[in-house]
């Protein structure tokens, strides 16, 4: 029998190999065999941690969700509309590595629509994500006085995500520059600075 560290060792090496699938592939390429052959193993080393692809499934859920919290974001310490701004700058993908994130994720809403404990796994992810805005759109004081700021989280999450899915389709017309144009001109409607 291996050794603890040697279990948790190849545990992380699973891990790595389950991220590089999806990076590539998206949920929908998301095999044993897939990961198997990313780690240079058997498919029936796989089964010792995971009996069928729903447990894949829902392990790299858990990976994607790890590494969306861990990662290096923008902070600002400029309060108001400027806080709102670096956090939906942190949803977009602005660099290879949050782009490759947000395929990941968006080939994950396809899984998580037919799979109950994964839909609601994401609407729990995504109701805490509105929480975080509503909070900083609270903070930024008179910028949104007289709104709503619970629907102004809505509406900040449906366009930051729009643009996401948009930027994915065609990063040719929608670059990095462009995307923060398009959330610079969004916030200015949607402060009635423009």
Same mark, same amino acid.
């Given at each position: 029998m291996p050794a603890k560290g040697d279990h948790q060792a190849r545990r992380a090496d699973v891990a790595e190999a389950v991220w590089r699938v999806l990076a590539a592939?998206?949920?929908?390429?998301?095999?044993l065999r897939a990961v198997a052959t990313e780690l240079g193993a058997s498919t029936g080393l796989l089964t010792h941690y995971f009996r069928n692809?729903?447990?894949?499934v829902r392990y790299a859920h858990e990976i994607a969700a790890e590494r969306s919290e861990s990662? =290096?974001?923008l902070t600002t310490s400029i309060p108001g509309l400027a806080q709102l701004r670096v956090a939906l700058m942190n949803v977009l993908p602005l660099t290879p590595e949050v782009a490759a994130m947000s395929r990941v994720w968006v080939s994950f809403w396809d899984a998580a629509l037919d799979d109950p404990s994964l839909h609601e796994a994401q609407r729990q992810r995504y109701a805490g994500w509105r929480s975080r805005l509503e909070k900083t759109i609270r903070d930024a004081g008179d910028v949104? =006085?007289?709104r709503d700021p619970a629907e102004v989280a809505?509406?900040?999450a449906a366009f930051t995500h729009g643009l996401v899915v948009q930027a994915l389709f065609d990063p040719v017309l929608l670059p990095a520059p462009r995307q923060l144009a398009l959330l610079d001109g969004f916030l200015a409607d949607l402060t009635g600075q423009r």
């Amino acid at each position: 029998m291996p050794a603890k560290g040697d279990h948790q060792a190849r545990r992380a090496d699973v891990a790595e190999a389950v991220w590089r699938v999806l990076a590539a592939h998206g949920f929908g390429g998301l095999t044993l065999r897939a990961v198997a052959t990313e780690l240079g193993a058997s498919t029936g080393l796989l089964t010792h941690y995971f009996r069928n692809k729903q447990e894949l499934v829902r392990y790299a859920h858990e990976i994607a969700a790890e590494r969306s919290e861990s990662r =290096a974001r923008l902070t600002t310490s400029i309060p108001g509309l400027a806080q709102l701004r670096v956090a939906l700058m942190n949803v977009l993908p602005l660099t290879p590595e949050v782009a490759a994130m947000s395929r990941v994720w968006v080939s994950f809403w396809d899984a998580a629509l037919d799979d109950p404990s994964l839909h609601e796994a994401q609407r729990q992810r995504y109701a805490g994500w509105r929480s975080r805005l509503e909070k900083t759109i609270r903070d930024a004081g008179d910028v949104f =006085a007289g709104r709503d700021p619970a629907e102004v989280a809505v509406t900040c999450a449906a366009f930051t995500h729009g643009l996401v899915v948009q930027a994915l389709f065609d990063p040719v017309l929608l670059p990095a520059p462009r995307q923060l144009a398009l959330l610079d001109g969004f916030l200015a409607d949607l402060t009635g600075q423009r």
